[in-house]
């Protein structure tokens, strides 16, 4: 170890250490100090060796040689290690002679659509895409996704990647590094491509309304971009449209996030983006997670678009276009969405896991073997289209979502966003929802050495033997993960966390009595499980 470390420029890592930093499909690590304990572990050497990583694996899918020289896009959200890796990243692609596009502050989505757009005055399309960012992480981290044409990494990808860059990183010498740097400022060309992207979500909702320029005219519609890379959605698409934007507010991109989590499941972002809309009496607030690859939006009431209303609108839609199409969604649905796609929309709901990716290729394999599905949509606010060539892209959801107030208006129907709200109208919502993380001590001694994974499935399958000697608890018939249960009203679903030692559990009810009970059968299912804290869940059930 001592002799690799001392023939290289950079502190030894191995393999393991770069495995580290996979998070399902992205990479995603600590980039600058700033919170304690956390150890800056995605530094410059190593966001060089995943760049040239990336350019290996490219090179080697895309069967190009040496004469081709391929071409990758980076495109950043507002973090404060932005640039630095940026420019670290595009050391490593420069390094094994790519050409270099930097699209400076930019989206998820329009990154994937760099992939697919034919227009050479902006230098597309590219064969390959890089996105920086750590989605609504804390300002310390950041990370990598990466797309081709045929859309974003999987797990698989990823792990390749992270394996040719350790391999990389410890060949790193004096010398490579200072090349690097050299052919990088050789080969690196600068575009605005969010101009190209911006304008193609314009034409989607001219298109809707009949190619009206302005079919959003009057309509008073805020935008909370939470100072992540969303503010252009305000002047770059709603303006030109006709929308009045006044109150709009976080649009300046500021890394250390200020104001709030860009998060559309963070309650405190979801105060904020309903408090402007009652302020400033606008028809809609549309709010964005740090890369837009998320969203959601609010009514002129301050009722939020989000969670199980954003998929039954988003479906309802959807639905309008495509009768009896097939709506995949992740696992914590709520039973009341179930009923609102089957009875009322005549759909057909299929609850898939947790994971953006999973949703989306889950959707795509029902169409592969000739189950039409044209819509993936996760409760976080990841949603995907056929039509946008399953991109989970939060600017197209509510392109989507504006299309209908254009198209509503065009054939002579007033009531602004109203439209919207009776699109859901029949929805059931429990009184009760909570999701309760019940985390599992990888030290404890009942673990016996063992992963936390095994743990928390020897759980799962403690539980779910238990249920079967309570009659007033029935177990979901199709279920892809953990264990869902219906009782006393309600449901409950029990599932190990896709990165984390921690089993969520969430349970919805018609009271909180009810809630009570169903967290009573947990309860006294996994109570022997001394590994696992069941704090959480006795607090909800009244428990010391």
Known sequence: ????????????????????????????????????????????????????????????????????HLRVSIGHDSRISAKLLQN????????????VVHYGLASTPAMFNSTLTKNEAFLCPADGSIMITASHLPFNRNGFKFF?????????????????????????????????????????????????Y??????????????????????????????????????????????????????????????????PEDKTAMKAITQAVLDNKADLGIIFDTDVD???????????????????????????????????????????????????????????????????????????????????????????????????????????????LASARASGKGGGSKVLTDLIDGLQEPAFAAELRLKINQNHPDLKGGSFREYGEAVLKHLENSIGSDPSLLKAPVNYEGVRVSGYGGWFLLRLSLHDPVLPLNIEAPSNDDAVKLGLAVLAAVKDFAGLDTSALNKLVGAS
Not at 46 to 61: D, P, Q, S, Y
């Open 1 to 68: 170890m001592a002799a690799s470390a001392s023939a290289t420029a950079v502190p030894y890592l191995d393999k393991t250490d770069f495995l580290k930093l996979q998070n399902g499909s992205d990479i995603r690590g600590v980039a600058v100090d700033g919170v304690e304990g956390e150890l800056v572990n995605l530094t410059e050497p190593v966001a060089e060796a995943i760049g040239a990583a990336f350019a290996a694996w490219l090179m080697e899918k895309k069967k190009a040689d040496a004469s081709q």
């Open 88 to 99: 670290a990243i595009s050391r490593g692609l420069a390094g094994a002679g790519l050409e």
């Open 148 to 196: 081709t044409n045929a859309g974003g990494f999987g797990k698989a990808d990823i792990k390749d990647i992270l394996e040719r860059a350790a391999d990389i990183y410890n060949q790193f010498t004096e010398e490579s590094l200072p090349n690097s740097e050299r052919k990088a400022s050789l080969s690196i060309k600068k575009v605005d491509y969010m101009i190209v």
């Open 198 to 263: 911006t304008s193609d979500l314009v034409k989607a909702v001219r298109k809707a309304a009949g190619n009206i320029e302005k079919p959003l005219e009057g309509f008073h519609i805020v935008v909370d971009a939470g100072n992540g890379a969303g503010g252009f959605f305000a002047a770059k698409v709603l303006e030109p449209l006709g929308a009045i934007t006044s109150g709009s507010q976080f649009l300046e991109p500021d890394g250390l996030f200020p104001n709030h989590i860009p998060n």
């Open 294 to 404: 998320r969203s959601a939006a609010v009514d002129f009431t301050g009722r939020e678009f989000n969670r199980n209303r954003l998929i039954a609108l988003m479906a309802a839609i959807v639905l309008e276009e495509h009768p009896g199409t097939t709506i995949v969604t992740d696992s914590v649905t709520s039973d009341g969405l179930t009923t609102f796609i089957e009875k009322k929309l005549g759909g057909r709901h299929h609850r898939f896991k947790r994971g953006y990716k999973n949703v989306i290729d889950e959707a795509i394999r029902l169409n592969s073997i000739g189950e039409e599905s044209h819509l993936a949509i996760e409760t976080s606010g990841h949603g995907a289209l056929k039509e946008n060539h399953w991109l989970d892209d939060g600017a197209y959801l509510m392109v989507k979502i504006l299309n209908k």
